[in-house]
């Protein structure tokens, strides 16, 4: 399934904002105050730095800030099985895994796109 650029920087707010309502649910002593920083650092991320990646000055740099929201997908992929396993059903981690997991595929999808079509500009050929 395809994106337009506004529809997955509002998914990326949404999956942000999901993140931030669960880990209200979480203990408030060290580990659940741990857990709840880490995660909203984490998830809340890849909104802002996908808009600072439509605003890339080129491919490179495009590329360079599609793979930081990625990597901060993944981080919080961790941090959701952290939740998962120490707090069982209290958060609704199998939803937001799985909005997690289809979003680091956009994004993997969408960095093979850009760099084939700049390795195609580089030999010359069409990039479409």
């Known amino acids: 399934m395809e994106y337009t650029p506004n529809a ?3 998914r990326l707010i ?6 931030c309502k669960a880990v209200r649910g979480l203990p ?12 909203v650092r984490s998830a809340t991320s890849p909104a802002a730095n996908y808009a600072e ?4 000055e080129s491919t490179r740099d495009f590329v360079h800030k599609m793979q ?9 992929s961790v941090w959701l099985r952290f939740v ?3 707090c069982g059903s209290t958060v609704d981690t199998d939803r937001l895994t799985r909005e997690c997991s289809e979003l680091i595929a956009v994004f993997v999808s969408g960095i093979n796109t ?3 079509k700049s390795r195609r500009r ?5 990039a479409g």
Do not use: M, S
């Open 8 to 10: 997955l920087e509002e």
């Open 14 to 19: 949404d999956f942000g904002a999901a993140i």
């Open 28 to 39: 408030r002593d060290y580990v659940g105050t741990h857990l709840h920083r880490q995660l």
């Open 53 to 56: 990646a439509r605003g890339a």
């Open 68 to 76: 930081v929201c990625l990597k901060e997908l993944r981080e919080t």
């Open 84 to 86: 998962h396993r120490l």
């Open 114 to 116: 850009a760099k084939a």
């Open 122 to 126: 580089q030999q010359g050929q069409p």
